[in-house]
């Protein structure tokens, strides 16, 4: 069946770092664009970065612009997201979503097909 699995997550310190990967099962990528999202406790889900297809063009939320950063290996199935720079405001469960999408970009998709279960990650001293 098709689905996106997480991992990276965990413990880090303020100011540290942490990969997450989202890996394809069932399908491939190449035509997918993929979005970032987390759930802090208490708060709704945000979206927190989206790339295209291709890899050439990528979103960031203000709150991790500068911070975080999207790539994908498509040869791999998977994309990542770089973390740097870690608050305790970014604890969360990290999402990855897929949705069908090859032309013209426009922003991050409004609508996503395909979800992982999430990974955790949390932010403290």
């Known amino acids: 069946q098709l689905q996106l699995v997480e991992s990276g997550g965990g413990l880090v310190q303020p100011g540290g770092s942490l990969r997450l990967s989202c890996a394809a099962s069932g399908f491939t990528l190449d035509y997918y664009a993929i979005g970032w999202f987390r759930q802090a406790p208490g708060k709704e889900r945000e979206g927190v970065s989206c790339i295209s297809s291709s890899g050439g063009r990528t979103n960031y939320a203000d709150s991790v612009k500068g911070r975080f950063t999207i790539s994908r290996d498509n040869a791999k199935n998977t994309v990542y997201l770089q973390m740097n720079s870690l608050k305790p405001e970014d604890t969360a469960v990290y999402y990855c979503?897929?949705?069908?999408?090859?032309?013209?970009?426009?922003?991050?998709?409004?609508?996503?097909?395909?979800w992982g279960q999430g990974t955790q990650v949390t932010v403290s001293s």
């Open positions: 979503a897929g949705q069908r999408y090859g032309g013209r970009w426009s922003g991050c998709p409004r609508w996503y097909d395909y």
